[in-house]
């Protein structure tokens, strides 16, 4: 069995800095500076360099969910008349901006709005909506599915187009002014972010794995948020060289002995995370491969490469790539079996999950289950059902170690 | 050769407690059925009346395993399964053959694949108890009707009234809103199955359809349903006088071969 270790400190220096992210945009709001409302596949590249503090919408609806929250906010943006069937974190979000206070987390409130529908097209109209109840400006990035494995030179151009506009209106909006070689610079740091991001997912491949795959859900903010700072190449690279040792020492932080190792597909139940977790790690279950690894990195070498990055993000790259991803992912990172989360609150990931989830057993031949739950609305989890469900791939897993499967 | 090693197998239900004895890991000594489930008196009810019936007492049992929805919550288990596998386990000992097993019980649907004797893979209903025993306990209340009597009903059909809601309360309204238009009762229960098994079909088809079928769970026992679903699939559908214990069965064979496996 790996010796158990505590956190690290690279951990505590991505919440330090996840912090400061948020803090800066109350420091900015407090100055009198524009601060925008942000999509969490928008290009941070643009807002890091011109020096445009963002918070991220999405972030906040799993943070409160994570803090017992997300009900009660559904509850209150339903009674305003949204759907429940709308996604949990606009649900939240609509709430927010109408009571104008949430107990487990605030963010300043907008003066404009940058939305990109690469990860989502919900959100499209979440942030229409927005714009109009705010009475603020949206600027929007529109990135094309990608209908093919490579992003076209078409595709580059047109996304390229609304890149150059959307800086032209961020500088009316907030009257700062984009520096093309800081630009490069950000992207740069960027890269290193990326890479180190990478490197430190790599190490899932290990056996034991040197951390518990739910780390991912945690550390993946920063990745996402805040990979254009150097304090964030900084946190990943020492999360990285972190996980680097505890391989070579046999450790994990892993609680108990990592008798079997899966893929766990989609976003967190954020409200049920800690039911989630235990029915795996109560089992010797850890997670060592998830789309969070590759996903969140967005690595490119010119413009022309950021622009397609963009567009090979979850939700808008191509099925077939995203279904190879994840086979790759597990081949590599040997998996026993596959957790798949059917998210009621994206419609665009869990419209696609049973045959996601038909390809990748095809192709990888390891048992899978599907449980139905939800980012931020615990409503739509049931703990009775996912756990019989767990043993179940627990006991087929048991099952084919014994026969050498 | 009487049976020299006893292990028993409880499957705590939402709505029902099975218990079954085995001798020797083959012969069924005896088993009971309460309809009551987790939570309730009836898992104790279950095991007493087993242990009964089998003139034995707890201490004669070698090995106690437990499954279904309340398996964690039932106190002197020795070991917990999961009600698939035992499904699994059980609906083989049953069906030699079945390669794919259908369970319908309380609050859930399955779809099973039987490999080597065990549970190979699953898939199970999603989002809501549409389509299980619970909504077919529902629409016999409606009907005023008990749910044994529902197979009968279905028998004397003359042709199927479609109910689409999925959701169990509106399908409710939906079949009082027949009932008011005075309607045949048994072309009304006819549609009830059917809906059921178009439901349940699609768990099946998701999991790929590999004949022999077999059927376990107390639903099984509704022979309208068992013709609906064999209809709707195209296949024939093994069913067994135990179907209701398959999942009892199954543990008390998985007590057995933990403890071969001991010595």
New interface residues.
């Given amino acids: 069995m790996p010796d158990t270790v505590e956190k690290k400190s690279a951990k505590v220096k991505l919440r330090e800095l996840q912090d400061k992210i948020a803090q800066d945009a109350w420091d900015a709001k407090n100055r009198g500076e524009k601060v925008g409302w942000c999509a969490s596949n928008f290009p941070q590249e643009i807002t890091t360099t011109m020096g445009i503090a963002v918070v991220y919408p999405e972030n906040m609806g799993a943070a409160v969910g994570a803090k017992g929250g997300g009900q009660r906010m559904c509850e209150y943006a339903e009674g305003m008349g949204y759907s429940g069937d709308l996604c949990s974190y606009s649900r939240i979000n609509f709430a927010y901006a109408d009571l104008k206070k949430c107990e487990e987390l605030e963010i300043p409130f907008p003066d404009f709005l940058l939305c990109c529908n690469n990860i989502c097209n919900c959100m499209m109209k979440w942030y229409e909506n927005l714009a109009i109840e705010l009475d603020i400006p949206l600027l929007m990035i529109d990135i094309p599915h990608l209908t093919k494995e490579k992003c076209d030179p078409e595709r580059i151009k047109y996304i390229r187009a609304q890149f150059d506009d959307c800086i032209r209106q961020l500088e009316e909006i907030t009257g700062k002014k984009m520096d093309y070689d800081k630009l490069n610079e950000v992207m740069a740091v960027s890269q290193r972010s990326s890479k180190a991001w990478l490197r430190a997912v790599s190490y899932m491949s290990a056996t034991p794995s040197p951390f518990s795959g739910f780390d991912i859900f945690n550390n993946m903010a920063v990745a996402c948020v805040g990979r254009g700072t150097p304090e964030a190449a900084e946190a990943f690279e020492a999360l990285a060289d972190e996980y680097e040792e505890l391989v070579k020492e046999g450790k994990s932080t892993f609680k108990g002995e990592e008798k079997y190792r899966v893929l766990f597909e989609g976003i967190a139940c954020w409200s049920n995370l800690k039911f989630t977790y235990k029915a795996l790690q109560s089992r010797g279950v850890n997670v060592t491969a998830s789309i969070y690894g590759p996903a969140f990195s967005f690595l490119y070498g010119s413009m022309d490469e950021l622009m397609a990055a963009y567009a090979y993000v979850p939700n808008s790259n191509c099925f077939e790539k995203e279904v190879s991803l994840r086979v790759i992912d597990a081949r590599k990172n040997k998996v026993d079996g596959a957790v798949f989360h059917?998210n009621?609150s994206c419609k665009n990931w869990s419209g696609k999950l049973?045959e996601m989830e038909?390809q990748f057993?095809e192709q990888t031949g390891v048992?899978?289950?599907?449980f139905?739950g939800d980012q931020s609305d615990p409503r739509a989890f049931s703990e009775?059902?996912y756990?019989?469900?767990v043993?179940?791939l627990v006991?087929?897993m048991e099952?084919n170690k014994k026969?050498g499967k | 050769m009487a049976a020299d090693i006893f292990t028993l197998g409880i499957d705590v239900g939402s709505t029902t407690s099975k218990c079954l004895i085995l001798g020797n890991g083959e012969e069924i000594i005896s088993s009971a059925i309460i309809p009551a489930g987790t939570g309730t008196s009836g898992p104790g009810r279950a095991l007493e009346a087993a242990l009964s019936e089998a003139m034995l007492s707890r201490q004669d049992i070698a090995a106690v395993t437990a499954t279904g929805y309340g398996r964690n919550s039932f106190e002197g288990a020795d070991y917990i399964v999961s009600e698939l596998s035992c499904h699994a386990i059980g609906a083989h000992a049953m069906f030699p053959d079945a390669k794919t097993v259908i369970d319908i019980g309380g609050q859930d649907a399955k779809a099973i694949s039987i490999e080597n004797g065990k549970l190979g893979s699953f898939v199970m209903n999603d989002k809501c108890a549409a389509g299980t025993g619970r909504f077919l306990d529902v629409m016999a209340r409606v009907l005023e009707l008990d749910v044994s009597e529902l197979a009968e009903k279905d028998a004397m059909a003359g042709r199927v009234i479609p109910i689409s809601s999925t959701c169990t309360v509106f399908a409710e309204s939906e079949v009082i809103s027949q009932l008011s238009k005075n309607v045949d009762i048994c072309d009304l229960v006819a549609g009830i199955h059917a809906s059921v098994a178009v439901r349940t079909a699609s768990l099946v088809r998701r999991l790929g359809l590999t004949p022999p079928l077999a059927m376990t769970g107390g639903v099984a026992q509704n022979a309208g349903i068992v013709r609906a679903l064999s209809k709707e699939l195209g296949e024939e559908i093994s069913v067994s006088p135990l179907c209701q214990l398959a999942g009892a069965y199954g543990a008390a064979i998985h007590g057995f071969n933990k403890l071969k496996g001991r010595k």
Avoid at chain 1, 367 to 370: K, L, M, S
């Fill in positions: 059917m009621r049973y038909r057993k048992p899978t289950i599907v139905d009775a059902q756990d019989t469900r043993e179940a006991e087929i099952q026969e």
